[in-house]
Every structure is written in C-alpha cells, then in structure tokens.
C-alpha cells in the first residue's frame, strides 16, 4: 500500500550545486548569498526592503520589536503559536478574534495571518507563513521558508518592509542589534568595530540557506500553479457533500469540514494517508489564560482536516483520497 504524506519538500541538483558552491566559497554565514536573496524575494514580492531570518516565528519576533501595536494585541485564534506568542513575548496582552466562516481569514486583525494562503482582511502585521508567492501586504510582512512551505529552505523566513527606519532596525536586531553584518566587515581588511543601539536577537540566516532559496524561488510560480491542480482535482474526486475550501492564493493547504472528522483522520491514517488539523484554536492553551470561545473558529475546530498538498501528488493518489473519503461516510 503506496504511503500518501501530507507534505514533502521537493528539490532538484540546482540546490545540491547551489550549497556546494556555497561550502567550497569558505563562507558559509550570512554574507553575499544571504543580501542576494533578500533583494530576490523583496523584487518578488512587491517590497523595498527585506531581511532574511532563521524562521517566519524570528521575522515575527522582530516585527512586533519595530512596528508600534496596541495592547491587547488582536490575532486570529486559528494560526500557528507564532501569531501570538511574538507580541506575547514582548509584553503585550493577546485579544483573539474570530474568523470568517468562508476564508478562515480574520475582516480585522493587528497581526493579520493569511490562513492557507486565503486572502485575509485589513492588519499592520502581517504573517505570510502560507502565503508564499503572494505580493507583500502591510507594514511589515513575515514569510516561513520551512520545509513544508511552498517555498522550503528546511527553515527559514524573510521580513518584508517599504519602510527604510524599519528596515535598518530589523536588520540590525536579526544580528544581536549589530549594525554591521560581519561580512560587511570582512574586507581586504577586516574591521572589527561596530555599534549596538538597542537589544537584538540572534535570528539571521546564512548563505547555504539563502542557495536553497534563491533555487526554490525560481521554481515558485510552478510549484504554485501545481498545487493549484491538485487543489482542482480534489475539488472535482471528492463527494459532493462534503464542504470545500475558499479559493486559496498559494494552495499551502487543501482544508475539508467533516462530521465524525476524528474517525475520518484515523480511517485514513489506517489506509496510508496522512492529514492533520490546522489549528487548535490558541485560547485553548493555557499560556493565554481564559477567554471566551469564539464561534466560526469553534466550529472550524471541530469539523476541518487538512488533506495532502504537495508537489509529488498524483491525480491517481487524489482520487484516491477521496474515495477512501467517500467510502468512510458509506460504511458509517
């Protein structure tokens, strides 16, 4: 019986050769690959400005430092703990806000998250963890390079900015609050003299992440537009009753709503498959404390399962999801 995943990073030689010449280079930090790729993904994206992190949950960490938020901070209760735990981290007290029952998405949100790669409404903040290919929102944009993203690095994120002030502080807070990389200083003759200006955190990338990136940005249009087809063959194999996703801009997940969906994620796991449930909703941790349950996000809870969606699905391994989907609400 074929094993079904429910992501899988995909690479190709480009990024062996991509990190060899990186290795052999002697320079392995963060020097001329990682600006290289900072200046792809910002032409990319839309943006001025960007900063190459060591994870989406760093770019947001320095986001929450740089830009000015209210207390409570306002964040969607169905994300990853990233959305919260930055301004969390800070100081800041979290005020949840439910969701919209057709894009998961939240109307209004000061760190807005774009669930699925769903476009989501107005923030200042903006977590793009599943939203890889999409155009740079806000005032600070935060991208997630992790290995089952649509643009995976094995880890990594990007910070994304039109603001130059921002800018130059998230760039020196991603490196202890330096304000010279040590690749800057690393000429003919190397200087050792720098200035710190305000407390940072170790969160840069290094070059042979950037080489895995750059290759993978290339591909990103492709890889997008493929996942876009089997988000088309789901739609036309599964059963008829059983509730779609929104239109996805990045198609990061392929979500389902289900009743008994506990009893379909062990009947699938049973017959190969792999799927999860994006999210637990984050008031129910207890880092939060109490508070109320919101409804839309409650119900999504209860009845959403997150089907395989990556680029080495077949149309035949779809279809057969889904008829292990229709054939679960058949025997029941």
């Not at 094993?3 to 480009?14: H, Q, Y």
């Not at 209760?77 to 979290?94: D, H, R, V």
Request: glycine letters at 8%; aromatic letters at 10%; hydrophobic letters at 40%.
């Amino acid at each position: 019986m074929k094993k079904i995943g429910l992501f899988r990073a995909v690479a190709t030689g480009k990024e062996l050769a991509a990190i060899k010449k990186v290795l052999d280079s002697g320079w392995w930090g963060m020097g001329h690959g990682v600006e290289e790729f900072e200046r792809a993904f910002a032409k990319k994206v839309g943006a001025h400005y960007a900063v190459a992190t060591s994870s989406c949950t760093a770019a947001l960490d320095i986001a929450v430092r740089v830009v000015k938020l209210p207390n409570p901070v306002r964040v969607s209760a169905l994300t990853f703990i990233s959305s919260a735990l930055a301004p969390l981290n800070i100081g800041k007290k979290i005020k949840f806000v439910d969701i919209d029952k057709k894009t998961f998405c939240t109307p209004k949100a000061d760190i807005q998250v774009f669930y699925g790669g769903n476009e989501s409404g107005r923030g200042i903040i903006y977590d793009m963890a599943h939203a890889g290919g999409v155009k740079h929102r806000g005032l600070v944009s935060c991208w997630s390079f992790h290995a089952v993203k649509n643009l995976p690095t094995a880890d990594g994120g990007m910070l994304t900015t039109n603001d130059k002030k921002i800018y130059q502080r998230a760039k020196a807070i991603s490196w202890c609050g330096i304000d010279k990389s040590t690749y800057k200083r690393s000429g003919s003759r190397y200087s050792w003299e720098y200035n710190i200006k305000e407390p940072g955190l170790k969160a840069h990338m290094n070059d042979i992440v950037a080489a895995i990136g750059l290759c993978q940005l290339e591909k990103l249009d492709a890889n997008n537009a493929y996942r876009k087809k089997v988000a088309g063959w789901y739609n036309k194999y599964l059963p008829k009753s059983i509730k779609r996703p929104f239109k996805s801009s990045t198609w990061h997940l392929y979500p389902i709503l289900v009743s008994d969906r506990n009893g379909l994620i062990d009947y699938l796991a049973e017959n190969g498959v792999s799927t999860s449930v994006h999210y637990k909703p984050l008031y129910h941790y207890k880092i939060f404390g109490k508070q109320k349950l919101l409804p839309n996000t409650e119900f999504a809870y209860k009845n959403i399962v997150s089907l395989p969606m990556h680029l080495k699905l077949t149309e035949p391994d779809v279809r057969r999801v889904c008829n292990l989907i229709e054939k679960f609400y058949i025997l029941k």
